[in-house]
């Protein structure tokens, strides 16, 4: 019983949010037609504000939606990965100018390491940047502007890689790192410097990197920041530092189209 009602709820949640999915969409493109003017001038600046306000709230709920979906696909098992070689660097550089861009004004400093560009993984792009984006405002929520979150990839035992996000911030308490992971979680809103949103995004995060068959932990300690760690496995890892034979497969693949 309690299984059916457990897959009777993630049916809800797939077709609702595709249900509350097509006005939303409507809802952001006429404010960003309206934002844009395209049939001549709002008026009063306020109106602009207002739109401006309208579309932020829009996107933020529609990021809420995008997450209950992507979890009933998930339990549902009809989330579909699209996997293809990767050049590491490009993504992670996509998803640091994303998260950099949520906020500018408001967030903490976000440093990225140097990536050697031989870095190459067979992984679905939306679904990295994905999980790199959910790790970087999730880490910004708990910084402080004068805190830093830093971003490196790295070699791991066996041939595996690692994507690494490390903040300064409030860090997690002891007593909910056992349940962080739990879908609809939230961390302190207290100590928080920006608005939750659903508590899904590490549910989320590595529900994802698991479908690639890698893990996503956590390591923090209160009051010194938090490190997540994404580490793919080998079998997803084309190229990398030192692997001369891998970058020559590569190259000769692009070559070939």
């Avoid at 797939?14 to 404010?31: K, V």
């Avoid at 709002?42 to 579309?55: E, F, T, V, W």
């Avoid at 961390?187 to 529900?207: H, I, N, V």
Wanted: aromatic share 4%; proline share 4%; with cysteine.
């Amino acid at each position: 019983l309690a299984a059916a009602a457990d897959l009777a709820k993630s049916r809800f949640l797939a077709h609702m949010s595709h249900e509350l999915r097509t006005p939303l969409n409507a809802i952001l493109g006429f404010a960003e037609l309206m934002i844009a003017e395209m049939f001549g001038p709002l008026g009063a600046d306020n109106y602009r504000s207002y739109m401006k306000d309208i579309q932020n709230s829009g996107q933020h709920l529609l990021g809420i939606i995008n997450d209950l979906l992507d979890k009933s696909r998930i339990e549902l098992g009809q989330f579909t990965l699209a996997p293809e070689d990767v050049e590491v660097a490009t993504v992670v550089h996509e998803a640091v100018r994303i998260a950099r861009g949520a906020s500018k004004a408001e967030q903490a400093k976000i440093n990225l390491d140097p990536i050697d560009p031989s870095w190459i993984a067979h992984v679905d792009r939306r679904v990295i940047r994905q999980v790199l984006v959910n790790l970087l405002s999730n880490a910004a929520k708990f910084t402080p502007r004068e805190g830093c979150i830093r971003v490196s990839v790295g070699a791991a035992a066996g041939g595996a890689m690692t994507l690494r996000v490390v903040d300064t911030g409030a860090g997690i308490e002891p007593d909910r790192m056992a349940k962080i992971f739990e879908p609809f979680q939230h961390q302190d809103a207290g100590r928080a410097r920006k608005g939750q949103g659903a508590g899904l995004g590490l549910w989320l995060s590595r529900s994802l990197v698991e479908l690639h068959g890698g893990m996503l932990v956590l390591e923090s300690s209160l009051g010194a920041g938090t490190t997540a760690t994404v580490t793919l496995p080998p079998g997803r890892i084309v190229g990398g530092p030192g692997r001369h034979a891998d970058r020559v497969w590569v190259e000769e693949r692009r070559r070939a189209g």
